[in-house]
């Protein structure tokens, strides 16, 4: 952002997102989130600038990295009612303009959490968040895989080999694992979580439900 921008920033928002990769919610949710803001600056709030940060929710903590195919995994999970469900997802995520797979496999989400903590370091966080989504929910890839995670990485601005070689190291561990307990210790368990501003609100909004939020905030500093 340029110095003429910041200086134009009246009010900054604070967004905390608690969020699992492998939850397709939190991809709906995040897409839903993004419509309310373009929405709220283009009601005549473009001098409010929101700055996200991500924190790290493991739906199925305890997947290896080769993981166990999505539709097993959740059928067993959820049960008879799962293709139901499923459609009504996939449809949910094609009236926001996503595509979204439950083919491909589900896994640890762990390694993702860390790379999101890298990009965090880089100021590539929210880009590399994406293009994790993506990955899993519209791509059907195993982001439990290195390779997948380093294309990720770069797709969202960072260098490829820089995230290979963190991934084969153990930096970031216990950064997720104490990030992981501050989010249990807040109450969160269901994702996604958004907290702006302290305000915390729970689930896949519809943008609206954002946007009168942001509008109660705002007036509220003024």
Known sequence: MSAAAKSAIKKTFNVSIVSDIAC??????????????????????QDVEFVINYQPYELHPSLDKVGVPKMKLLTDKIGPQFPRMAAHTEDTAKSVGLHLTHDGMTSTTFDAHRL???AEKTGIQEKVAWQLFLAYHDKALNIGDDDVLADCFAAGGGDRATALAFLKSTEGV?????????????????????????????????????????????????
Do not use: M
């Open 24 to 45: 397709p919610w939190c991809y709906i949710g995040k897409r839903r989130f993004d419509t309310a803001i373009e929405t709220f600056k283009a009601n005549g709030h």
């Open 116 to 118: 999101i903590y890298l």
């Open 174 to 222: 216990d950064v997720v694992r104490q990030r992981e307990a501050d989010v249990r210790r807040r109450g969160v368990r269901s994702v996604p979580n958004f907290s702006i501003d302290g305000q915390e609100i729970g689930g896949g909004q519809e943008p609206y439900v954002f946007v009168k939020l942001f509008e109660r905030l705002l007036a509220g500093s003024n």
